[in-house]
């Protein structure tokens, strides 16, 4: 007879666990442990790559017949700041005034016992037709290049197929129930060097200051407006983030001056278009410049549809609260998966993830357990059937 797992005490058990990215620390292994118990075959797949710290992740199903249910979601935590700052131990899963406190109780150690949780109630009950499998990362708090992605790459060269995937993220800005993203945007990083030639400010006509080319520049794209929005993306927007010369003399004109941006962009726009547009307006003001570019994610919006309804139906059945479909916020593992099967995201309370005292309550822990049982009996009994 199949023991339902207590969501509760999984999610203390791995938040004990210290597992600050890249380090594991004994979570995943907490996972494998619970899964195998419940009948799951589980593959243990570390990866790694050059300049970049080896990272050990998770893939686990249960059941070899379509279709595929995936939960996605990271064991991996960011630090903790100042360790003094927190009221109780970061790492002790304490309960106090039925509160979970502790690094990952929100993102997202809570919502992986949830849905651990959930799968066992279902195994209580005689199981499903098809299969579900988890996919847990240790990097996607960190550079994510040993993580999620390469996880997806050996599922794909070892036969496996997913046919959805719900991602654990915490989802919601106040209230278990409010939001359910469905798309995110995209974000590029940027790097702007303008060069000229040192000099001494008494004698501006033998050197090149490159500071007025570059404040020209960051003016033209802070202040250019890329789009309104569309129907389910907010504005995309440009903001700096540092303008630097590494120069502490007052009498020195610097040799080069260098500005940081980012951009979070909709659909409108991709990672190469941008950039065509940001090199557009660079050049357009003379003088030579460099522009070094980074595009961690793709802005994406999977089509509405039974999935991102079934999830919305399951959270009203709990909680009395029909969730927003969104796509707001930062990335997420979400850039990956979607280039594999749909994919939605929910998860618990955004309030307090990466905060000082990082806490859940507990019957909200409760509460998801509820939602993902929910959707999965609603998946193998409705949009299973059209799938198999």
């Known amino acids: 007879m199949t023991v339902i797992v207590d969501a509760v005490e999984l999610a203390r058990d791995l938040i004990r666990c210290p597992s600050v990215t890249p380090e594991d620390a004994g979570a995943l292994g907490v996972v494998q442990t619970v899964l195998e118990d419940l009948g799951f075959v589980c593959h243990r797949l570390p990866f790694a790559d050059a300049d970049t ?80 499998s988890l996919l847990i990362t240790g990097d996607e708090e960190g550079p994510a290049i040993n993580g999620t992605k390469k996880v997806l790459d050996w599922i794909a060269d070892n036969g496996e197929t997913i046919d959805v995937c719900l991602l654990g993220e915490p989802t919601n800005p106040n209230k278990l129930g409010e939001m359910v993203k469905i798309g995110r945007r995209g974000s590029l990083t940027g790097r702007l060097t303008v060069t000229g030639i040192q000099g001494h400010t008494a004698y501006p006509h033998l050197a090149d200051n490159p500071l007025p080319r570059l404040a020209r520049m960051l003016d033209a794209i802070s202040t250019h407006k890329l789009d309104q929005g569309t129907d389910h993306f907010q504005p995309s927007n440009l903001q700096l983030t540092t303008i630097d010369t590494g120069n502490p003399a007052t009498n020195v004109i610097p040799a080069s001056a260098t500005a940081g941006f980012n951009i979070r962009f909709n659909d409108l726009h991709t990672g190469d278009s941008l950039t065509e547009w940001l090199h557009r307006e660079c050049g357009e003001l003379g003088g030579h410049y460099e522009l070094d570019i980074k595009v961690s994610g793709e802005a994406f919006l999977n089509p509405l549809g039974d999935f991102s309804a079934l999830i919305a139906k399951s959270v009203e059945q709990v909680t009395g609260i029909r969730p927003e479909l969104s796509t707001s916020g930062g990335t997420s593992d979400a850039r990956f998966i979607k280039n594999c099967c749909p994919v939605a995201e929910f998860g618990l309370v955004s309030q307090t993830m990466h905060k000082v005292d990082e806490r859940i309550a507990v019957a909200d822990i409760r509460d998801l357990a509820d939602i993902y049982t929910a959707i999965l009996l609603g998946y193998f009994a409705d949009i299973g059937a059209k799938t198999s």
């Not at 700041?81 to 304490?94: K, L, Q, Y």
């Open 53 to 132: 710290p080896d990272v050990d992740n998770l893939y686990a199903r249960l059941g070899d017949t379509g279709p595929n249910f995936c939960f996605a979601g990271h064991t991996d935590v960011v630090p903790l700041g100042n360790p003094d700052a927190w009221s109780v131990d970061p790492f002790g899963g304490e309960i106090i005034d039925d509160i979970l406190y502790g690094r990952g109780a929100t993102d997202m150690k809570s919502a992986i016992a949830a849905f651990i949780e959930a799968v066992s109630r279902l195994q209580a009950e005689g199981g499903t037709a098809g299969s579900i």
